[in-house]
């Protein structure tokens, strides 16, 4: 046996989905779990899991370079947040009176606030600004649990700008430990500078900003907001179709406020994901079943806003068989959190879904979401190092004990990003 660089023992228990596809359905509450279980890992790479008498066996003679003792504590595959919009300037604590108010997020929208607020703040800052402010939420991610981020564009809505933002997300990923996968949303609303003229915004995004994003490689994904006074479901799907010639894999903020059909659109594009999906239709259900699109549910964006509404995990779960996936929706105006274990809880409490579909929501199936279900997402020999380190007994306790953070400790690419002294001490 060759050398391993990192062996983890003493793991209370071991849960993780398994295999480099997306979960569907019932296959969602498919989990493995091993009690008193150790992790060897060789590089980056996970090279043996199972119980510890088993893998010490297997270890037998092997040089150990470190070994550290997880303290009984609960270990998951690192945990993946497939929707931000992480790169921002400003915040928009100054709205939130009025939402409380009753005022709809649609309406401060139209009336030059939300997104278009922080597309002011954005133009401003500068990209060591973005970088920092970023720099600072990846941390937070990082000791919730989280290792691998999703960053959109979108509050630039210049090629310059969205061309910021963009490679800032590139320096994140190659300065920070999280990994930060880019998608250009351009077409996040229309700027004041083309208020009333949405179909030339359009044409700039089609003609103009998505060649140049294709061509610089700044994104892997192009995503649109397809709502009731941002994009139509004719201008969306003229950007995603574009998008995908030019190689940027379609994502759509669909049916979050109002069912335009945004779902139905996914599934007619081959997007990869569907986001929010509040409003989706059952047809829209069966279009993304048909097409193999992953409904990304943001359980953080509805109880931010109030919405009495929440989208129907258990039936696209119980009668769609999708493979559901959670994210934080991060952003400062609908969702101004970073904490993907608050979004567990909001997911037990408003999507009812059961903490191993939690679990599988934010490992495998949220990597499925960016592309990545073959690298990260599960805990198996081959499957990249990222593990997160939780102080519970169990899954189901991440959900139930609510509103403090339980990450003791994250593994990413083989290495310590976080460790509790506290472990040392169980
Ligand atoms: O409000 C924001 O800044 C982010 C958002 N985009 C679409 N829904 C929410
Ligand atoms: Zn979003």
């Known amino acids: 046996m060759e050398r391993i660089d990192l062996l983890l023992t003493g793991i209370g228990r071991l849960v993780t989905p398994q295999g480099s596809v997306p979960r569907y359905g019932e296959e969602m509450r498919h989990v493995l779990e091993i009690e008193h279980a150790a992790i060897a890992i060789r590089g980056d790479r996970i090279a043996l899991v199972g119980p510890q008498a088993d893998v010490l066996a297997q270890l037998n003679g092997a040089e150990i370079a470190e070994t550290l003792d997880a303290g009984g504590c609960l270990v998951t595959p690192g945990l993946v947040d497939p929707h931000t919009h992480l790169v921002h300037g400003g915040s928009r604590e100054h709205e939130l009176s009025l939402k409380r108010s009753g005022v709809p997020y649609l309406d401060i929208l139209a009336q030059g ?9 954005t133009r401003a800052a500068s990209e060591r600004e973005l970088y920092d402010k970023a720099f600072k939420s990846l941390d937070i991610m990082l000791l919730n649990g989280v290792t691998t981020v999703e960053a959109k564009s979108g509050y630039g809505l210049t090629l310059d700008d969205e061309r910021k933002q963009l490679r800032v997300a590139k320096r994140l990923h190659e300065g920070h430990p999280v990994d930060v996968v880019p998608t250009f949303m351009g077409a996040h609303a229309v700027p004041a ?19 140049e994003v294709a061509r610089e490689g700044l994104a892997e994904f192009c995503d649109v907001f397809c709502e009731h006074g941002v994009f139509t479901i004719q201008q969306s799907r003229r950007i995603l179709q574009e998008g995908k010639l030019l190689g940027l894999i379609p994502k759509i903020h669909a ?14 594009v081959g997007a990869i994901s569907a986001e929010h999906l509040l409003a989706a239709s059952d047809e ?6 048909a097409n193999g699109v992953i409904p990304v549910l943001l359980p953080g964006t509805s109880f931010n806003l109030g919405l009495k509404q929440h989208a129907r995990a ?12 959670l994210s934080t929706d991060y952003n400062p105006g609908s969702c101004p959190t970073e904490s993907i274990q608050l979004i567990m809880m909001l997911a037990s409490l408003n999507l009812r879904l059961l903490p191993e579909e939690i679990i599988t929501s934010c490992t495998i199936n949220a990597a499925a979401a960016i592309g990545r279900a073959n690298d990260i997402g599960s805990i198996e020999a081959g499957k990249r190092a990222d593990l997160t380190v939780f102080d519970a007994p169990n899954i189901a306790y991440l959900p139930y004990h609510f509103g403090i953070n339980h990450t003791f400790g994250v593994i990413k ?3 310590v990003a976080v460790w509790d002294r506290r472990i040392e001490g169980r």
Request: hydrophobic fraction near 40%; glycine fraction near 12%; charge should be negative.
């Open 113 to 121: 606030g939300g997104i278009l607020s922080t597309v002011k703040a």
């Open 193 to 211: 500078e083309y208020k009333g003229r949405s179909d030339e915004f359009v044409d700039l995004l089609v003609q103009e900003m998505l060649p």
């Open 255 to 268: 049916d979050e406020i109002e069912s335009l059909g945004g779902a139905e659109l996914a599934g007619e």
């Open 284 to 289: 829209g259900m069966r279009m993304l079943a």
């Open 314 to 325: 258990r039936e696209m779960i119980d009668t769609f068989r999708l493979p559901v996936a």
């Open 413 to 415: 690419n083989g290495k």
